[in-house]
């Protein structure tokens, strides 16, 4: 009786920079890994009767990709999808950085507060104002309270202290290429491993990002193309991907 080969297969993908070498690095929760390959038919059409028809046909690749939904957002993660650059900033103090006020608004600090120390007025720097009163820390900064002290257009010294944080400057570059690797486990038919490699893919940026999503989590679908790799030399060897197949023991 011949084996039962069927797939329901989850597992890793993970990925490094094409042409480097090294380890590949995990991409994190991927919830859906799509390969398609697109082709371009040239048919030549059968003139040798009225009723007409194909007399030939033959199909060529016109190109692979890949799909993938992308569920956790390392920092490399992001600036591998928006084409960006990476920053490293340090937690830090920041002493009396200037910034005007408004009512009701929200300045944006320089980098991102961890707690702030003091808010005062510049003028004379005698007159320090209180939280939760005058002002409020935000995510990025500070709210000026309608209701406070603080008046129409001040000008303002902020004290605090700033969290480690990286900075990704999207669309800086023209997308990096990588090499994926996925690292399948199947639990129905034979129940062993499959591994897919594909050589040379160019990312293409984040069509899309939930950014407010509080129904599900966020998720964004990364699609790249596969190139052909001119590494890879030699009869019957492939240019674009690789699939080992795991079979039993002889």
């Given at each position: 009786m011949p084996q039962i080969e069927t797939f329901l297969v989850g597992?890793?993908?993970k990925m490094r920079k094409y042409g480097v070498g090294g380890p590949f690095m995990p991409v994190g929760l991927v919830s859906t890994l799509t390969q398609a390959i697109e082709t371009n038919d040239i048919t030549l059409a059968?003139?040798?009767?009225p009723q007409g028809?194909?007399?030939?046909?033959?199909s060529r690749i016109s190109s692979m990709s890949l799909t993938m939904n992308w569920r956790e957002f390392y920092t490399a993660n992001l600036a591998a999808i928006y084409w960006g650059t990476i920053d490293r900033v340090p937690a830090s103090t920041v002493t009396d950085e200037p910034h005007r006020a408004s009512k009701g608004g929200t300045i944006l600090l320089d980098k991102m507060p961890l707690s702030i120390t003091s808010v005062k007025l510049a003028a004379g720097g005698a007159t320090t104002y209180?939280?939760?009163?005058?002002?409020?820390?935000t995510g990025s900064g500070i709210e000026i309270l309608e209701a406070g002290a603080i008046a129409e257009g001040a000008d303002l010294l902020v004290t605090y202290a700033s969290a480690s944080v990286d900075i990704i400057e999207a669309l800086t570059g023209s997308g990096d290429v990588y090499e994926f690797l996925f690292e399948g486990a199947n639990a129905a038919g034979t129940k062993n491993r499959v591994n897919l490699q594909y050589f040379r893919c160019q990312l293409s940026p984040a069509a899309s990002a939930d950014?407010?999503?509080t129904d599900d989590?966020?998720?964004s679908e990364v699609t790249a193309k596969v190139l052909s790799d001119p590494k890879k030399t030699g009869a019957g060897k492939s240019k674009y991907?690789?699939?080992?197949?795991e079979t039993a023991a002889a």
């Open positions: 597992g890793q993908v059968d003139t040798t009767t028809g194909e007399y030939d046909s033959i209180v939280d939760g009163d005058d002002w409020q820390m950014w407010i999503s989590f966020m998720g991907m690789r699939i080992m197949k």
